[in-house]
């Protein structure tokens, strides 16, 4: 049962134009969403993260926007660039955990490709 | 700082062999530990979790085995390598109470079964 899913695997975009990433979750417990940015045989490091009290957070050239009906969050790169290149994993806990577990349920990945 | 090692980078191995892979935290007590995996063209799986010494949960059935012998320390293990084992595994921490405010990765293990 995939709790969070990426149904886009790969994304192919243009230098200097916008790069919209998508995530869709099915457990209403989640509470906290966090994007991973993962370079070939290296691990994953944290992007950019939001709260369901939130709707959007915004970091730089980094904005992910949520909506909590919908179940549904995006992740925003404007303007992108070559650098930008890499999978991007959408992540989902809830905020607070009985068991205080802090377990991560990941997405499948979506692979960003900017294209100079 | 805090920082995670994770070794060996790359392993190849025989159907059939053991298979140990070793975590380290450096500069924080008491965190939480994980296994992930990904597989070819899939996500970053979660395996297993620990939240102290000796105190491993499993999320998925499988050929494989965690272990916690000291606080900052997280194992990865199996007795007999399947095919389907290959993959890359990474090992992240995280702070008690701090839910899922985010990991902190290794650098991962690319593993081939041969």
């Known amino acids: 049962d995939q709790q969070v899913k990426q149904n886009s695997p790969s994304l192919s975009v243009q230098e200097g134009r916008i790069s919209i990433l998508n995530c869709d979750y099915t457990n209403s417990m989640f509470d906290y969403f966090l994007w991973y940015k993962k370079y070939p045989a290296e691990g994953p490091t944290f992007l950019i993260s939001?709260?369901?009290?939130?709707d959007k957070n915004e970091d730089g050239r980094f904005t992910v926007f949520l909506n909590k009906s919908a179940k549904h969050l995006s992740l925003h790169i404007v303007p992108s660039q070559p650098g930008d290149s890499a999978v991007y994993f959408c992540?989902?806990?809830?905020?607070?955990?009985?068991?205080?577990?802090?377990?991560?349920?990941f997405g499948q990945g979506t692979t960003l490709q900017v294209k100079p | 700082s805090q920082t995670i090692h994770q070794w060996p980078a790359t392993l190849v191995q025989p159907v059939g062999s053991p298979l140990s892979l070793e975590c380290t935290v450096e500069g924080t007590s008491n965190p939480n530990l994980y296994w992930y995996r990904q597989a070819a063209g899939r996500g970053l799986q979660l395996l297993f979790y620990?939240?102290?010494?000796?105190?491993i949960s499993s999320e998925v059935p499988q050929n494989l085995s965690a272990s916690r012998p000291q606080d900052r320390q997280f194992i990865l293990s199996s007795k007999k390598l399947l095919l389907s084992d290959s993959g890359f595994y990474l090992c992240?921490?995280?702070?008690?109470?701090?839910?899922?405010?985010?990991?902190?990765f290794g650098s991962g293990t690319r593993l081939t079964v041969v």
């Open positions: 620990s939240v102290g010494i000796g105190q």
């Open positions: 992240a921490w995280t702070q008690p109470g701090r839910g899922g405010y985010g990991y902190t």
């Open positions: 992540a989902a806990s809830p905020l607070l955990s009985s068991s205080n577990t802090g377990k991560l349920i």
């Open positions: 939001i709260s369901s009290i939130k």
